[in-house]
């Protein structure tokens, strides 16, 4: 079988956007409107990420009255223990695995499992038109 083999690295995002698990729901919506993202990565002590919010996260809490809204926290509605890949997966790999988890982001980490950045599906979409331009030279492996 031939195909290209791309490091995940290559069309992640890095250092993206990120939250605190304390804070609030409308800090983090006006943080994806802010920076035009769909997901963030929550990070607790250290450089780890310990869960993701996206933006369906906070539509599932807008129902919610004005009252109950200011109660809840990232640390409340984030998916805990994110999907992590690492920076030298094989790009087609990790977008399989989105694809077969149906998940719209991975957390990238380097080598030594620090959080290196995040790959979504939007970035996803961009190495596909790239490499279907053939902007992007690959390495051939069969």
Known sequence: M???YLPVEEYTTPNPVTATEDMSIEELSSLMKKYGVRHIPIVGGG????GIVSERDLRLVSGLSQ???????AGDIMI???VTVTADMGLAEVAFEMSRKKIGSVIVNDENNKFLGIFTVTDALNALIEMSRG???TKRYT
């Open 2 to 4: 031939n195909y290209f």
């Open 47 to 50: 450089d780890g990420v310990i």
């Open 67 to 73: 009252m109950e809204k200011v109660l809840v926290r």
């Open 80 to 82: 805990g223990d994110p």
């Open 135 to 137: 902007l992007k030279k």
